[in-house]
């Protein structure tokens, strides 16, 4: 990777991102963390280097569209990342993939290759781990403050149940890693729900 250009990114996405004081989920150190865990799958499915840079700055930059609007946003966060990207001369072939791998995390949308399933399984991975609940609880609380809603407790576990079980990893190194953590989640909401 070429640790010049990702320096001068991760400076560019905590200078959007540090202003989002209501966001208690989707902030900077999620896309550092979403990088990270990345970098850990791509290791683990063997890879080539060349791709790495790409699934990197794909991962700093996926939230980045919280900067302009909440909802209906998905073409932004591509547009942001290509507009920055072209401005630092990065070669346009490589931007074209990254602007693919940030529009993959869309819930909806499923991958296309490996690479997508990577990114998607590391956006996804701060969910399903043991720090599951508390990492629900700031995207509960940032959507309120951001919806100007209330949620109540029992639609919201309602709300995390159905995800859960509703969501799959894709690549096999999280199959492998995560499911078991998962099922446990499932099974202390569906304990929750019950009680």
Partial sequence: ????????????????????????????????????????????????????ELLYIASLFHDVWFVIQYDNNEIIWATIAKNYLKSILYPEDKIKIIEELIISTTLEIEPKNLLEKIIKDADMDNLWRVDFFEK?????HELELIKKIKILDPDWSH???NLLK?????????????????????????????N
């Fill in 1 to 52: 990777m070429n640790e010049k250009i990702i320096s001068w990114i991760k400076k560019y996405v905590n200078q959007m991102m540090w202003p989002l004081e209501d966001h208690y989920y989707h902030q900077y150190e999620h896309a550092l963390e979403v990088a990270e865990r990345s970098l850990e799958v791509w290791k683990k499915e063997w890879l080539p280097e060349e791709e790495l």
């Fill in 136 to 140: 629900w609880e700031k995207l509960k």
């Fill in 159 to 161: 709300y995390s149940l």
């Fill in 166 to 194: 509703s969501h799959n990893f894709y690549t096999n190194t999280w199959i492998n890693e995560r499911n078991l953590i998962k099922s446990e989640n499932i099974k202390i909401l569906e304990n929750k729900i019950n």
